[in-house]
C-alpha cells in the first residue's frame, strides 16, 4: 500500500496505546505510546546511542521503531486496507508472530507459522471478503486473550480494543473513513495497551488428577490400592457373612466410581486443553 496507510494506522493504534504506563502486572513493564523499554534500548543500541528512560522517546524514535518492529515484520505495505491496520495492531499487542497467526487461522489453507510470506500474501488477496476476513481475525484475537491469565485483570480493556479495530478495520476495508466523532478507535480502551502475550497464557489441563484417578481404582497404589488389598481380604469371608458380602460389595462399587470418575475428569481435561490449545495455536498431547 503507501505510506499513507502506515501514518493512518499508526494514529489509529496510538490511541489506544496511549502514553506512558508501569502497571505492576504488565509483563511490557515501563511503557511510553506502546514503546517498553527493551525495545527503545535495542533501537537506540542499533543506533549508536546511548541507553535511556523511554519517557524521554520522542516522536520520530516511536515512528520508526513502530514502522521497523511492526508495520513492516508483518508487510504492512503489502496488505490491503483495514487488514493492514488489524494486523498492525495486533503485532503492537501482542508480537508480529502472533498477530500473523491469527490471520492465517482466519484464512485457513495456508500454513500457520506466524511468517507473512507469499503463501499468506496470495490467500489475502484471493480472499473474496476482507470485512469478514477481518472479523475472523479478530475473533481468534479475542479467543487467544481470554486464554491469558491475566484476562481476569486486562480483559475488558483488550475487548473493548479488539471490538474498535475491527470496527475501523472494516470500515476501512468497505473503504470508508469515519468521521473523527464517530470513529470506533477514537476512545481509548482503558488497559486495552498492557500487552498480551504467549508467555502470559494459562497452563493447559494436567491430566495427571484423572490418570491417578484411573489407576487408583484398578492398580495398587493410593485409594483404590488399599481398597483391592481389604477386598482380596474380606472376599473369602463373604459367604459366610451378610454384613461382609455388604462391605465387599461397596468395596466394588468405589472402585468402580473412583474409575469412572477418573476417565470422566480426563475426558474433561483433554477437551479443555485441546481448546486452550487451539486459542493459543499450540499442540497439544493426548
Request: net charge positive; proline share 5%; with cysteine.
Amino acid at each position: 500500500m503507501t505510506a499513507q496507510n502506515f501514518s493512518k494506522a499508526l494514529k489509529a493504534v496510538l490511541v489506544h496505546e496511549g502514553g506512558k504506563a508501569n502497571h505492576p502486572r504488565d509483563p511490557g513493564g515501563r511503557t511510553n505510546q506502546g514503546v517498553i523499554q527493551r525495545v527503545y534500548d535495542g533501537y537506540r543500541a542499533r543506533k549508536g546511542r546511548l541507553k535511556r528512560d523511554v519517557y524521554l522517546m520522542e516522536p520520530v524514535e516511536r515512528d520508526e521503531i513502530y514502522r521497523a518492529q511492526y508495520w513492516d515484520a508483518v508487510r504492512g505495505d503489502d496488505l490491503p486496507p483495514g487488514v493492514d491496520y488489524v494486523v498492525f495492531d495486533g503485532a503492537v499487542n501482542s508480537g508480529p508472530t502472533q498477530s500473523v497467526k491469527w490471520l492465517q487461522r482466519a484464512l485457513g489453507g495456508v500454513k500457520v507459522d506466524g511468517d507473512l510470506g507469499e503463501a499468506t500474501l496470495a490467500a489475502v488477496a484471493a480472499h473474496p471478503d476482507h470485512d469478514a476476513l477481518i472479523a475472523a481475525t479478530c475473533a481468534r484475537r479475542m479467543a487467544f486473550l481470554k486464554a491469558l491469565r491475566t484476562w481476569p485483570d486486562f480483559g475488558k480493556g483488550w475487548m473493548g480494543r479488539v471490538t474498535g479495530v475491527r470496527s475501523l478495520g472494516q470500515a476501512w476495508a468497505s473503504g470508508k473513513d469515519p468521521q473523527p466523532s464517530f470513529r470506533a478507535e477514537a476512545v481509548p480502551a482503558i488497559g486495552g495497551n498492557v500487552k498480551a502475550t504467549l508467555d502470559q497464557a494459562r497452563p493447559l489441563p494436567a491430566m495427571a488428577g484423572g490418570d491417578a484417578a484411573i489407576g487408583g481404582g484398578v492398580a495398587a497404589g493410593g485409594l483404590g490400592g488399599v481398597l483391592q488389598q481389604a477386598q482380596d481380604v474380606l472376599a473369602p469371608l463373604a459367604g459366610n457373612s451378610m454384613i461382609i458380602g455388604n462391605i465387599v460389595a461397596a468395596f466394588v462399587v468405589t472402585g468402580a466410581v473412583i474409575t469412572i470418575g477418573g476417565l470422566g475428569y480426563r475426558f474433561l481435561a483433554q477437551r479443555r486443553a485441546a481448546a486452550r490449545a487451539d486459542a493459543l495455536d499450540l499442540a497439544v498431547r493426548a
